[in-house]
């Protein structure tokens, strides 16, 4: 991959930069024993993978705080339980918590010395607050799902990233995890990627046939391709 003609890096946020699987893993498990009921990590992730993209696909683009309730309420329907009101909010209050991957900070703030970097996140603004602080990184653009009001793999959000960027898709590279969520958009749109395929990650996305341009173990296999000696 020629990293030379590349102006800016966009990033998915949760699964690539914020390991997102522990997160819902904790705050899904925590719910499910407490009602007596144990799954494993792989089982919990697959449910998710499942019901996330259906709690999003709605004729009216719900807030993201309000999916993640929909999607608790679907699990608990699918176990054969109740959520409690508290329990209802596991996934959104447990959010900007959840654990930033060790290699990303000094990653980005060595990327960030030679490109410009944006994140394009399925999120609300005042959710990923909470993670930008934990990330602790300068991104030049932020576009989360609110202000796109549309859920990835839409195609809209990418576009409403470009035209706050004003770059053409050849000096454009977009890094995530997923396929299903920005490997596959990023195809559509002919943008060139880098899937961040970390080890005994992926188990919360839904499979495609979608190709990256290079895979990657982590963010810092990609500081140092992408930085010029």
Known sequence: MDFGRF???????????????SGIYAA??????SHGIRRSRAEILALYA?????????????????????????????????CAGSEMDALADSLPGWPVFADVQNALEALKAHYRL?????????LFEGTSRALDADFDVVVTAQ???????SLTNFELAAARMAVGKRAWLHVA???????????????????????????????????????VPDLAALAAAAIPV
Request: proline fraction near 3%.
């Open 118 to 126: 944006a994140v394009i996140s399925n999120v609300d603004d005042d």
């Open 28 to 33: 899904v498990g925590d719910v499910l024993e």
């Open 147 to 153: 202000q796109a009001r549309s859920y990835k793999p």
């Open 7 to 21: 102006e800016w890096l966009s990033f998915d946020c949760y699964g690539t930069l914020v390991d997102w699987e």
């Open 177 to 215: 995890e997923s396929l299903f969520h920005d490997i596959g958009p990023a195809n559509q749109l002919g943008i060139s990627s880098v899937r961040v395929n970390r080890a005994g990650q992926g188990g919360a996305t839904r499979r495609t046939d979608a190709i990256a341009d290079l895979v």
């Open 50 to 82: 499942d019901l996330e993209p259906r709690a999003q696909d709605s004729q009216t683009f719900l807030e993201y705080r309000r999916v993640l309730r929909n999607v608790m309420a679907m699990i608990a329907a699918e176990l054969g339980f109740r």
